[in-house]
């Protein structure tokens, strides 16, 4: 690690996780030591958010954007940064969200700073995209800062992996929850102080959901906590994504699914028990947050996350490996007086798939002059789903194939599945609840101009 010049805090984080990974511990989680939340620990903004929209638009120039944006989208087989895929009418994630960010500045009158944290994987594709926005600077606040890395541990003897064919595969982003050890030892948390910025709203770089809310950011000034958590109702599209719960003495902690035993992963999963989920839009307090770092020597002391893979992910046959991470939204359990919101589902608009990226180019959604993603006021459904057959669609390349002259009208579509190699036409619609199968080997085309509202099942010639 030294020789990778990593600053010393890093190591001295690293160390103190690996302290925890060398005594056996597991970073679970388990059901019997936690309770569920229920509607009454989550205060429900939405009817009063528009009472704070004032409260919201005075502290507006004291709140900084920061993004998290090291994400490769390698489960869509991508090889650069996810935020930069095209998705709106011309516009990628990061672009939307420097436009709106733009507008918000323009609209009040006001500095926001919007601040990116890339992985070293994203970095150099996002610092050449970022030379299309001169102005996007404020004062001597970076725009880009980096997320660290930490080393693989090899699950049998617990010493640094080694991959000789590609060292790069030696190293793991350490988790969101390296934002805070980032923010400091990349001077930016020093500096959004020293130029009076009070709070920041952190996310991710592929929810356009997560626009700065004068509304959300007023509520949270008014309740004066360090730090609150947007939930929303869970579905059973949000099964695997992580959510907080309470311990034993009324605490708030955040059980991500590796913290889950597999034993009792049914119950993590069971919406009924759990109903609210992390939609990873967190608020901070960033006095308060200083002052919790300097009173912990730098080190929040997040729950662990031990994450078991292989050094090469794409390869089973390679080394078992431990990767050492902490979760952005597990800080909830490190102040005191953290706190929840629930808040609409327009918030959390996630592409962690293909299936997510068809709906979100689709016209199901649509991107307003200010730079919000809204669903289609004309959309027949108010919930939509999509579940593309992975080996045709899976990887982007793939998936951009098949939908070369332009994905289908999905506005008045309300669940649409494709089994098979299928490949469309221009203008086609989808209306209602839709399944394609192609059972054959060779490519089913639809042809230009054609409405889908039944099932269509083309047999093995």
Not at 207 to 233: H, P, Q, R
Not at 298 to 316: A, F, H, M
Not at 369 to 388: V, Y
């Amino acid at each position: 690690m030294r020789s990778e010049k990593l600053p010393q805090l890093v190591l001295d984080t690293f160390k103190y996780y690996y302290l925890k990974l060398a005594k056996g511990e597991t970073g679970y989680i388990y059901s019997k030591d936690i309770l569920p939340l229920v509607p009454s620990d989550v205060p429900s903004a939405d009817q009063e958010l528009q009472t704070y929209d004032k409260e919201g638009a005075s502290v507006l120039g004291k709140t900084a954007v920061i993004k998290l944006n090291g994400g490769l989208g390698t489960s869509m087989g991508l090889d650069k940064a996810k935020s930069l895929i095209v998705v709106k009418d011309g516009f990628s994630f990061l672009d939307i969200s420097i436009k709106k960010t733009f507008f918000l500045r323009e609209k009040y009158g006001v500095e926001i700073p919007i601040i990116l944290m890339n992985s070293f994987n994203t970095d150099t594709d996002t610092i050449e995209h970022l030379k299309k926005y001169p102005g996007i600077q404020i004062h001597d606040i970076p725009v880009r800062f980096l997320q660290h890395k930490y080393p693989k541990v090899l699950q049998e003897t617990l010493e640094p992996a080694r991959y000789p064919e590609n060292p790069r595969l030696e190293w793991n982003p350490p988790g969101h929850g390296d934002i805070y050890s980032a923010l400091v030892t990349s001077g930016i948390l020093e500096r959004l102080l020293r130029r009076g910025f009070q709070y920041a709203m952190l996310s991710n770089a592929d929810n356009l959901g997560a626009v700065l809310d004068t509304c959300i950011l007023g509520y949270f000034a008014k309740k004066n906590v360090s730090f609150m958590m947007e939930v929303a109702d869970r579905t059973e599209m949000d099964k695997k994504g992580g959510f907080p719960v309470k311990t034993k003495s009324g605490k708030l902690i955040l059980w991500e699914t590796a913290q889950c035993p597999s034993d009792e992963i049914d119950m993590y999963i069971d919406t009924n028990t759990h109903h609210y989920f992390n939609a990873n839009n967190l608020w901070i307090n960033l006095k308060k947050l200083n002052d919790i770092l300097k009173k912990k020597g730098n080190i929040l002391g997040l729950p662990l996350i031990r994450n078991t893979k292989t050094v090469n992910p794409k390869d089973k046959t390679t080394a078992k490996v431990f990767q050492i991470e902490t979760a952005m939204g597990a800080a909830i359990a490190v102040f005191e007086d953290s706190a929840t919101v629930k808040v609409s589902r327009k918030r959390f608009v996630p592409v962690k798939k293909c299936d997510e990226l068809l709906i979100l180019l689709s016209d199901y959604f649509k991107l307003t002059n200010e730079f919000d993603i809204i669903k289609n006021p004309e959309r027949s459904h108010e919930t939509i789903m999509a579940q593309l057959d992975e080996k045709y669609f899976g990887q982007i390349e793939d998936f951009l194939k098949r939908f070369e002259n332009g994905v289908p009208s999905l506005v008045q579509c309300e669940k649409l599945k494709i089994s098979g190699d299928v490949r469309f036409g221009r203008n086609i619609c989808i209306r209602g609840k839709v399944e394609i199968i192609n059972q054959g080997e060779t490519p089913y085309y639809i042809k230009n101009n054609t409405i889908i509202d039944k099932n269509i099942t083309i047999n093995d010639a």
